[in-house]
């Protein structure tokens, strides 16, 4: 019943979209700038931003139209770091129009098959190999006319205060006063070792739905305007403990050492084992993060199919934080207080 709800919602959602005004502006802006007589506008699933995403059939070709209404929707990002990437080899959708000013861009369409509808345990080595490949390439990408803000304290920071607000707070109804101090001293070591990590380009939501699977297995990269420069770990911990699909705890062990052996400037550095660390507290950070997220889409923007994610993410922080002396503040805490509260809403 609830993923019948669930579709229900979504396709009231599309048809409010057709029509609003804003679809009207992006139709126009299709016809009139872009010179495309559609004979079909399909409205897709989007991500859990503002941002929407339509596939339009003109003649023999299919394309995309991104419409992001919010400033902090940032295309210019978008086209700047996707012209990077593509420059570097790696598969991003080429910019074929862009009104900026408005919002819309137009791209090339890398079809339907995402590494999320794809992946399975016969071809998650070679999948994730590829993955981890471009990963490799993507962390060196410079960009020269944006200035990719560094993900620093401050901002870990605040993402915790909004982990405690939205998911703690106002989704699990949870008082955290008592605790709050020993929390804040726990969550002080992950952006310790946050910050101790080499810097790099980071694409912030590299996992498995915002990647394609395109001809000959190449990957395809999208969502990457929100990029930052910060650790080094942050990428790989959203690929391989996937908040939206998970893996034999033994196949990730294995896919992260994958990636520490092929990354000489990395084992030259960091031992397996630190190296393994970091990871593992970098995935608490962004599950955090990830756990904040579902909750606003469910408590503001009464989007409930998020829900079904926070389990996965959950035992996440849950799992990894029992291996950390300096987190059993932390793992106490959500093994029995937030775990008894998880079970009424997700």
């Excluded at 299919?62 to 996707?82: G, L």
């Excluded at 009104?99 to 791209?107: I, N, P, Q, T, V």
């Excluded at 990957?219 to 770990?233: K, M, R």
């Excluded at 393994?276 to 756990?291: N, Q, S, T, V, Y």
Aim: with cysteine; net charge negative.
């Amino acid at each position: 019943m609830a993923k019948c709800t669930e579709k229900r919602h979504t396709m009231e959602s599309i048809e409010a979209q057709k029509q609003s005004s804003r679809f009207q502006q992006l139709e126009q802006w299709i016809a009139q700038d872009c010179g495309l007589k559609a004979s079909s506008i399909q409205a897709l699933a989007g991500d859990a931003s503002f941002r929407r995403y339509y596939r339009i059939k003109a003649a023999a070709e299919s394309v995309i139209a991104m419409d992001a209404p919010h400033k902090e929707d940032n295309c210019e990002s978008f086209v700047s770091i996707a012209k990077a990437l593509r420059q570097m080899g790696l598969h991003t959708p080429e910019i074929l129009a862009a009104d900026l000013s408005k919002g819309f861009l137009l791209l090339s369409d890398f079809g339907d098959t995402t590494y999320l509808k794809k992946l399975n345990l016969e071809n998650a080595d070679n999948l994730y190999g590829n993955a981890i490949d471009a990963l490799a390439i993507l962390r060196t990408c410079q960009i020269a006319d944006r200035n990719i803000p560094f993900f620093k304290e401050d901002w870990m920071w605040r993402e915790w205060n909004w982990h405690k607000e939205w998911f703690l707070t106002k989704l699990l109804g949870l008082q955290i006063s008592d605790n709050e101090k020993k929390l804040d001293e726990c969550f002080a070591h992950i952006v310790k070792s946050a910050i101790s990590q080499p810097q790099v380009f980071m694409h912030r939501d590299y996992h498995s739905a915002n990647l394609m699977v395109l001809n000959d297995n190449q990957v395809g990269i999208l969502d990457f305007q929100d990029a930052f420069i910060g650790p080094i770990t942050y990428d790989l911990v959203s690929l391989l403990r996937d908040c939206y699909i998970d893996w034999p705890e033994e196949r990730i062990t294995q896919w992260v050492k994958n990636y520490w052996q092929a990354s000489s400037d990395i084992s030259s550095q960091i031992t397996l084992n630190a190296f393994m660390r970091l990871f593992d507290l970098m995935g608490i950070e962004r599950h955090l993060k990830a756990l904040f997220t579902f909750a606003r889409k469910q408590v503001r923007d009464q989007q409930a199919q998020y829900l079904k994610h926070i389990p996965r993410t959950f035992n996440y922080v849950v799992q990894v934080s029992e291996r950390y002396p300096e987190l059993q503040t932390l793992h106490h805490y959500f093994d029995t207080i937030v775990r008894e509260k998880i079970i009424c809403v997700a």
